[in-house]
């Protein structure tokens, strides 16, 4: 790799020097400060060699270039003398927002890690709309009912749920936050406020205050609320609580306070901003009618790219308990995912970049069999531009279709051919087919228009026909000079290699905590896998271990990320937290150097969790493989408590 040639083409298309503020690097990206992002060239950025992808994220222009990046930093420095002068910031940049974009992004940004346990519940749903159908389950049986509470479990206590993801976001004890849920679903409380509802009567605390009735299953708002103020309350608890007494007095005093604000005050609060958030929403559908499915359809990826689509999942919820089916966003979203997925078939058989065509082939049955969309969507739709409008003509066309024929969905499952049967209504045999007639029409549409339409091909760099020429003239050079094909010995040295048989190596956990997989890492960089496979760790103390025998290839300066060459020549990056690069090593202490040699256990650096998160950072902690292309497998062992050198990935 030339770094310098790298280097020049990188900065004149992101406006040349003038137009940088600053530049730094962390383990894996350039981080530019620009002074106007309008400027760069973002295509031509993206296809220069050896650049992975780029983000714009926290103010900075991010280009992801993987291990590399400290040989390009370096030349960059050369041609530009920046300053690595990160601009201070309190926590995490804040954009000027209105009330309704700050209300959607935080229950976005609280939903999406619950996502999992809603979809495990929700196919469980599917099984016992399914499984009855093929007459395998009887729906009188025990089994019926048991796998029914299984399937109804995560939704009733939705609150709690909630309660745990959004004491991550704001900050708070994440037991006082799902004791609060808890109260709210107590069975003496609902029975309590439902028999006062129904006779007419009012419940007062301290005979003064009167508690408004409202349902807290399956909700979502009222428990954000009651935890957003919590971090207030243990605040004042903690300052009015004598030391001696911290111990017991001060949950007292948060679970005395807290409750009656939560019951009296945020909760019906809560419930009230839901309805009349579902209430826009539907008002939309209710005037519109199936045209307003359409378009939702037609939109819904650009929903997903601002990241808003689980905001609706509330709605959605509070739907489905109230009426028993869902009848806009559901549609939409199934139109939309098979959309992306035809969209994605149609570039994988037109596209002449074989690389490219195993891309869009995988995204494409990914999209369409099981619903996941963002590899078809930020991999081939959006990268590409002509195939997105592709994919929203289709969306479009199966979103009137099925709202036409008053299409219902009655779970939230992920949209997909496999969970074609939460669309299927009971009293009416004739859905399953609209069902997929609505599949059929927008994948057929959305293909066909795809390939109406083109799109301009992948090309992997701006300058391929120069490099591919300066390659040939290079193996010519060679044969004359040695007599022999240097090339081929090359190619059959790998054709050697791959026929041995593969060892399997044991990568333990570096640090202690929660284990979860790559893809739910909230930078799309770690979670798409860009840098390489592996597996995430959400520490529950600030240390981090060596995982094996080997040698620290890079420790930063900051501390905030370490590279490690196990002596079997595994290449292993840790990097603890998302963007902790811009604390300019505040509250991390490496142990370790550059060049160190160190052994299984040994302390590599130690790191402040609670200071970290005050600062408003996250700390999950990716574990990077990035030699993943010298393997043919890196699995995870699986999601859960791990304690450190516990084993976490597998790689042979």
């Known amino acids: 790799m030339d770094y310098e040639v790298m280097a020049k083409k990188i900065l004149q298309r992101v406006g040349g020097s003038e137009n940088v503020i600053s530049l730094i690097h962390c383990m894996t990206r350039l981080r530019f400060t620009l002074k106007d992002e309008s400027v760069v060239d973002d295509e031509a950025v993206k296809k220069t060699k050896g650049v992975m992808g780029i983000m714009k994220k926290a103010g900075q222009y991010q280009i992801i270039i993987g291990n590399d990046v400290a040989n390009v930093y370096a030349e960059l420095c050369r041609l530009g003398n920046f300053s690595d002068k990160v601009p201070e910031k309190q926590g995490k940049p804040k954009e000027k927002q209105n009330l309704f974009s700050m209300l959607m992004d935080t229950i976005s940004g609280i939903m999406t890690p619950v996502i999992p346990a809603i979809i495990g519940a929700a196919m469980i749903k599917v099984l016992l709309t399914l499984l009855p159908m093929i007459g395998i389950l009887d729906t009188a049986g025990e089994t019926y009912q048991l796998l029914s509470v299984i399937g109804d479990g995560a939704f009733f206590f939705m609150p709690v749920l909630i309660a745990v993801s959004a004491s991550r976001k704001f900050g708070t004890n994440v037991y006082y936050s799902a004791s609060i849920a808890l109260i709210m679903l107590h069975p003496n409380f609902i029975s309590m406020m ?228 939460q669309y299927v209504e009971d009293s009416r045999p004739m859905s399953l087919v609209i069902a997929a007639l609505t599949i059929l029409l927008t994948v057929v549409v959305a293909f066909i228009a795809t390939l109406i339409i083109g799109f301009e091909d992948v090309v992997d760099e701006d300058e391929a026909d120069e490099d591919v020429a300066y390659e040939d003239e290079k193996v010519e050079a060679e044969v004359e000079e040695s007599g022999e094909m240097k090339a081929s010995g090359k190619e059959t040295a790998v054709i050697q290699a791959a026929d041995e048989p593969a060892e399997t190596f044991t990568i333990p956990s570096p640090l202690a905590g929660k284990q979860i997989p790559l893809s739910e890492v909230k930078d799309a960089t770690f979670a798409n896998e860009v840098l390489g496979k592996g597996t995430a760790v959400i520490p529950s103390a600030g240390t981090v271990a060596a995982p094996f025998d080997g040698t620290v290839s890079v420790m930063f300066e900051t501390g905030h990320a370490v590279g490690l060459v196990s002596d079997t020549g595994i290449e292993l990056i840790i990097h603890v937290g998302i963007d902790t690069v811009n604390l300019k090593g505040r509250h991390f202490h490496p142990l370790k150097r550059t060049g160190d040699t160190v052994k299984r256990g040994e302390m590599l650096l130690t790191f402040d969790v609670q200071e970290i998160l005050d600062a408003g950072y996250d700390i999950t902690t990716p574990v990077i493989v990035s030699n993943t292309d010298r393997y043919r497998e890196v699995a995870s062992s699986g999601n859960g408590t791990v304690a450190a050198l516990d084993p976490i990935l597998s790689v042979r």
């Open 194 to 421: 439902g028999q006062a509802h129904d006779a007419g009567q009012t419940i007062h605390f301290l005979s003064v205050m009167p508690v408004t009735y409202a349902s807290y299953s399956y909700s979502v708002i009222p428990i954000i609320l009651a935890v957003w103020s919590l971090k207030y309350v243990e605040k004042l608890a903690d300052r009015i609580t004598p030391v001696i007494t911290k111990n017991f007095l001060k949950p007292m005093l948060v679970m005395l306070i807290e409750a009656p604000i939560a019951l009296i005050v945020l909760g019906p609060l809560g419930a009230i901003m839901g309805n009349v958030l579902s209430d826009a929403v539907y008002f939309i559908h209710d005037k519109l009618g199936f045209i307003a499915i359409g378009l939702v359809a037609g939109i819904y990826p650009f929903v997903v790219m601002a990241g808003m689509h689980h905001a609706f999942t509330p709605i959605k919820l509070g739907m489905i308990a109230t009426t028993g089916f869902e009848n806009f966003i559901c549609i939409g979203e199934l139109c939309s995912n098979m959309a992306q997925g035809a969209a994605s078939a149609a570039v994988a058989l037109k596209s002449k970049n074989k690389d490219f065509k195993q891309v869009a082939g995988s995204s494409a049955f990914s999209a369409l069999v099981a619903g996941i969309t963002e590899p078809a969507l930020y991999g081939v739709t959006l990268r590409l531009k002509k195939p997105m409008l592709g994919a929203c003509i289709g969306a479009l066309a199966g979103g009137l279709f099925g709202g036409f024929f008053q299409m219902k969905c009655f779970g939230i499952a992920t949209p997909a051919i496999v969970t074609i049967v």
